[in-house]
């Protein structure tokens, strides 16, 4: 039997048609309770069944079939769990297929990891103070449009900021059609409106540098101290991050929310799509080139070049893009590699695994 409570549960933990569809085709085998991941680590997963939560392992089965980290459930993915009769742990056996995902690659070992999973807004948090890198924006935007997620950029610490509007307006112009909002936790203005975009059932991920306020938001939201914050004397220390764990919380009057480290150098996934939307307007003008193929460099007819030479096209924003394009050419065919070898290593484990000698008793 497969009980489900998530759609019952108060407040609502974003069950949604799209995982409803994919019941149809799962034989419960015993009783199974479906499940969200509210805290994930490396071989514990805190899930909430919209009654209550419980600390989950992998079922044997399902460790046996991962094949790749991104297959590990995340925060934010729903699964089926078997409840420990009499005591408040389970088994995780199995995650549904995901809406969407934020993906890096772990900084030691390359290898592509879940960061949040079913995220319907994504916060791409920069400080109006030092942080403020239009660039780093542009990276960030391209992997929320990749995710299927919303993106929002939001400003933080604007009460260090002598120019507002014109810097609202710095991000707006590389930013088509993303909403662009300011915060101060010291000032307390914003926050409602942060709050007024995770709507009940949503689920909102905060992106962006450590040291950007991320944490200090979400207490704001929370109304409590729910995440530690750096310490003003940390601030210099660029190599640490505060927030350790991805943790979704509830956003009181609104959805969830899921605190994220601060990732230091962005890596970006399958960004390819993503790179488009943010860079619309450049795409758009390529378009006009006379040639379909332009490589924007002394073709005849290139709308690019005549954009660039009249100040109509930013050249640092069509660098930018350039690089991006680049990059995430190269990551497809990493990726590609990656799956192959991957494989690879699946049948010879199989191999060994059926060479190996039966024991002593057997021969
Ligand atoms: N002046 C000012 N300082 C702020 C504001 N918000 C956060 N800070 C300070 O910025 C520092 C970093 O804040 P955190 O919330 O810990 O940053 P974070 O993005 O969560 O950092 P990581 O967890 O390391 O990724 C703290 O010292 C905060 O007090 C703000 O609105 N104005
Ligand atoms: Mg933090
Ligand atoms: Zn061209």
Request: glycine share 6%; with cysteine.
């Amino acid at each position: 039997m497969l009980t489900n409570h998530l759609s019952e549960g108060k407040p609502s933990l974003g069950w949604h048609a799209f995982f409803e569809h994919q019941l149809k085709s799962i034989a419960a085998d015993g009783n199974m309770t479906l499940a969200r991941v509210v805290e994930a680590q490396r071989e514990a997963f805190l899930v909430d069944d919209g009654r209550s939560e419980r600390w989950c392992t992998l079922s044997g089965r399902l460790r046996h079939e991962l094949l790749r980290p991104i297959d590990l459930p995340a925060v934010g993915d729903f699964v089926l769990v078997r409840a420990t009769p009499g005591a408040d742990t389970g088994q995780i056996t199995r995650t549904l297929a995901r809406r969407g995902a934020f993906m890096r690659k772990a900084p030691e070992t390359g290898a592509l990891q879940i960061v949040a999973a079913n995220i319907d807004v994504a916060f791409v948090v920069s400080a109006l103070n030092t942080d403020h890198n239009l660039r780093r924006i542009e990276r960030y935007l391209a992997m929320v449009w990749e995710s299927g997620a919303m993106p929002v950029v939001l400003l933080t610490k604007s009460d260090l900021c002598a120019d507002l509007e014109r810097s609202i307006a710095r991000v707006e112009a590389i930013a088509p059609g993303v909403t662009v909002l300011a915060a101060s936790a010291v000032n307390q203005t914003g926050v409602e409106d942060v709050r007024h975009r995770i709507r009940p059932g949503m689920t909102a991920v905060l992106l962006g540098s450590s040291g950007s306020g991320k944490s200090t938001l979400v207490n704001a939201l929370l109304g409590r101290n729910a995440q530690a914050v750096q310490q003003v004397s940390a601030h210099m220390d660029k190599g640490r991050h505060t927030t350790t764990a991805r943790k979704l919380l509830h956003v009181p009057g609104a959805g969830m929310i899921i605190d994220t480290p601060g990732m230091k150098e962005l890596q970006l996934t399958e960004a390819d799509a993503g790179v488009s939307q943010t860079f619309n307007d450049i795409e758009q003008l390529a378009a006009a080139c006379r040639f379909s193929d332009c490589n924007h460099q002394s073709e005849p007819g290139c709308a690019i070049r005549v954009a660039l030479e009249e100040g109509r096209l930013d050249r640092d924003r069509y660098k930018s893009y350039q690089k991006l394009q680049r990059e995430s050419a190269y990551e497809a065919r990493r990726e590609d590699t990656n799956l192959a070898r991957l494989e690879k290593e699946r049948w010879k484990k199989i191999h060994t695994a059926n060479k190996r000698r039966p024991p002593k008793w057997m021969r």
